[in-house]
């Protein structure tokens, strides 16, 4: 069972990106999944996360900006990310919540500058 993130880049304060999260496990995912991200010499952190039956919940630093949405049928989660900002730089992960079900897979690098 591996997860893999994908989606990231460089973008300019204010820009959008989409981040997709696929697991490649044929049972449907039936856990909370959440996007995580590591800033460089920063711990890992949660950013966002959504139940089974789709409810979401944010951090701080990134509600009213970021969305987080899954396709149970397809085993696939997104992270769509508006209006950016240079402290969002980070790797992003994903990974259910909490993080006892899978193993890390890579991340993708998101680098917010101008």
């Known amino acids: 069972v591996q997860l893999q993130a994908s989606g990231g880049g460089l973008v300019q304060p204010g820009g959008s990106l989409r981040l997709t999260c696929a697991l490649s496990?044929?049972?449907?995912?039936?856990?909370?999944m959440g996007w995580y991200r590591q800033a460089p010499g920063k711990q890992r952190e949660l950013v966002a996360r959504i139940t089974q039956r789709r409810t979401p919940e944010y951090s701080d630093t990134v509600k009213g900006r970021f969305t987080i949405s899954r396709d149970n049928a397809k085993n696939i989660w997104y992270l769509q990310m508006n209006n950016l900002k240079p402290e969002d730089t980070a790797v992003y992960s994903c990974?259910?919540?909490?993080?006892?079900?899978?193993?890390w897979g890579q991340g993708t690098l998101v680098t917010v500058s101008s």
């Open positions: 990974n259910s919540f909490p993080t006892i079900y899978y193993s």
């Open positions: 496990e044929t049972r449907l995912a039936i856990y909370t």
